[in-house]
Structure formats: C-alpha cells, structure tokens
Nanobody, 116 residues
Framework: QVQLVESGGGLVQPGGSLRLSCAAS????????MGWYRQAPGKLRELVAI???????KYADFVKGRFTISRDNAKNTVALQMNSLKPEDTAVYYC??????????WGQGTQVTVSS
C-alpha cells in the first residue's frame, strides 16, 4: 500500500506563513501527480494545488499568488508553501497522490488554523 504522511500544520496569525510537507512511501513505481486538498468545517473537500510528474502546476483561484507547490520526484515528496494566510484558509489539509493508472491515495490530514 502507498502511505502518505503530512506534517507542518499548526496555528498561525493572519498574514503569516506555514509550510506543509508530504512524504510518500510504499509500493510506488511512478506518480502521475501529487497535490493538496483542504476541507473546512461543514464544507466539501476542495482542490488547493496539484503538481504533475512534468512539474506542471494548477492552483485554486483563491490561493494563486499566495501558495506555492513543489515536488521532489526522486524522493516522492511534495510541499506547500503558504504565505499571506487568511482566516478562511483554516481547514484540514490533505496530501493526495495519483498514479498513471488513476489510483488515488490520501494522507491523514494536517490541521491549519489561521486566527488572531
């Protein structure tokens, strides 16, 4: 099985920054894409950012210009640098991995809270 482990969440004031990391391990041959999703209380899980094996990226409109996703293909890790955080960014952030066979794997999530 593929395992995804997130780290880096926590409490930060509005305007602050956090860096989330995700490490993938297990039975992985290739990766189609990795990314981050988030789910706020009472809300549906939504895309934050993804990065493909060719390093192409896609961002949700509400984080574009504030968040940056990066990937180390050799180590199967992905990071999300979050700057200029807003209270509405408060959510559980989940790491996601998709294989070329379109199998999906999820991490356990890490809490991000933005509050004064």
């Amino acid at each position: 099985q593929v395992q995804l482990v997130e780290s880096g969440g926590g409490l930060v004031q509005p305007g602050g920054s956090l860096r989330l990391s995700c490490a993938a391990s297990g039975s992985i041959f290739t990766i189609y894409e990795m990314g981050w999703y988030r789910q706020a209380p009472g809300k549906l899980r939504e895309l934050v950012a993804i990065i493909t094996s060719g390093s192409g990226t896609k961002y949700a409109d509400f984080v574009k210009g504030r968040f940056t996703i990066s990937r180390d293909n050799a180590k199967n890790t992905v990071a999300l640098q979050m700057n200029s955080l807003k209270p509405e960014d408060t959510a559980v952030y989940y790491c996601h991995l998709k294989t070329p066979q379109y199998m999906n794997y999820w991490g356990q999530g890490t809490q991000v809270t933005v509050s004064s």
